[in-house]
């Protein structure tokens, strides 16, 4: 397993968040079990506050040692889930591209799929802005 460089503030709100995923942790004998039980009741939209990772430690009646090594094992086992394609909801099969172009006082938008995102400072080509602006390629100044 990588080291997490996360705090474990953020790996709980993460796999708090995650629970279709999580879901396929439980019952399979995983030392963590407890925790991610715990942490599974936790609702990262709710606006009861978040116990602390102390409150949780004392709840469970582990060491912090202990409570560190387990969420992140908790954190990439759901990283190992997502990468196998486990669960739908978290893969991008599709990204949209919107794209505007304000050229010569004329102005055209559209959303497309690219191969890939371009880059600030690299061009691309869209035929289809060939008849609005007599020119298909285009030079990227903003990505967001």
């Not at 019952?27 to 409150?55: F, H, Q, S, V, W």
Request: net charge neutral.
């Amino acid at each position: 397993m990588d080291k997490i460089l996360y705090p474990s503030r953020y790996l709980k709100g993460t796999i708090s968040s995650m629970s279709s995923v999580s879901q396929k942790l439980l019952g399979i004998g995983k030392p963590y079990e407890k925790l991610l039980l715990e942490i599974r009741k936790l609702d990262p939209e709710g606006d009861e506050p978040t116990p602390t990772d102390r409150a949780i430690i004392k709840t469970l009646g582990i060491k912090p040692n202990v409570y560190r090594k387990w969420i992140n094992q908790i954190y990439a086992d759901l990283v190992a889930l997502l990468k196998d394609g486990d669960d739908p909801g978290f893969v991008i099969k599709k990204l949209e591209h919107h794209i505007s172009c304000n050229e010569q006082n004329k102005n055209s938008y559209i959303i497309t799929t690219l191969p890939e995102t371009p880059r600030v400072g690299s061009s691309f080509q869209i035929e289809f802005f060939r008849p609005v602006f007599g020119n298909d390629q285009f030079y990227v100044d903003n990505v967001s």
